[in-house]
């Protein structure tokens, strides 16, 4: 079935990088835009950042512009979100999604999240 | 930058019940591009709607979307107990490309 897994979340001081994991399954991986979006603890969701199919077009929310980096394999059916410079509020989950483009714009996969605390 | 504001931020009803939540944008949005998802407490969001009125896969009829330019809705006409969850609404804007979320609604059980 269609799947997507996060993983790579942890506990990192504020300064520290982490990089997250997205394993897709079930469909044609290299066919959509993916995205991550995150939820800080009790509040709603932030977008942070999109891909193209191809990996060529990358997009980010002003909030991670210059810190985080997107990028996909698409051989290996996953995507990445490197993340440096990691502050407090970048304490979330962070989930991966796949997008629907063409018309529309909307997520209809998620993962179940990866957790990320920076704290020291 | 657009801005969604959804309203209200708690919605008190009881199974049964008709919910109407609204998602307002601080400009026109086009409706192909509005979407509404709902988070139950320690799950990943689902997609509902999308389009502003297409039911997503596996979406029961009681929900319906609508709206146009900068005020949209989700509407519930007959609560069940799984309804109870926080809502979203969600555009994507082109200039720069983007993605908004409104700030969600809760939907509690009265």
């Known amino acids: 079935q269609v799947q997507l897994v996060e993983s790579g979340g942890g506990l990192v001081k504020p300064g520290g990088s982490l990089r997250l994991s997205c394993a897709a399954s079930g469909f044609s991986f290299s066919d959509y835009y993916m995205s991550w979006i995150r939820q800080a603890p009790g509040k709603g969701l932030e977008w942070v950042s999109y891909i193209s199919s191809s990996g060529s077009s990358k997009y980010y929310a002003d909030s991670v512009k210059g810190r985080f980096t997107i990028s996909r394999d698409n051989a290996k059916n996953s995507l990445y979100l490197q993340m440096n410079s990691l502050r407090a509020e970048d304490t979330a989950v962070y989930y991966c999604?796949?997008?629907?483009?063409?018309?529309?714009?909307?997520?209809?996969?998620w993962g179940k999240g990866t957790t990320v605390t920076v704290s020291s | 930058e657009i801005v969604l504001t959804q309203s209200p931020g708690t919605l008190s009803l009881s199974p049964g019940e008709r919910a109407t939540l609204s998602c307002r944008a601080s400009?026109?949005?086009?409706?192909?591009?509005l979407a509404w998802y709902h988070q139950k407490p320690g799950q990943a969001p689902r997609l509902l709607m999308y389009?502003?009125?297409s039911r997503a896969t596996g979406i029961p009829d009681r929900f319906s979307g609508s709206g146009s330019g900068t005020d949209f809705s989700l509407t519930i006409s007959r609560l069940e107990p799984e309804d109870f969850a926080v809502y979203y609404c969600?555009?994507?804007?082109?200039?720069?490309?983007?993605?908004?979320f409104g700030q969600g609604t809760r939907l509690e059980i009265k």
């Open positions: 969600q555009q994507n804007g082109s200039s720069p490309p983007s993605v908004t």
């Open positions: 999604a796949r997008v629907r483009r063409g018309g529309y714009y909307y997520m209809d996969v």
């Open positions: 400009q026109s949005v086009s409706s192909s591009y």
């Open positions: 389009g502003a009125s």
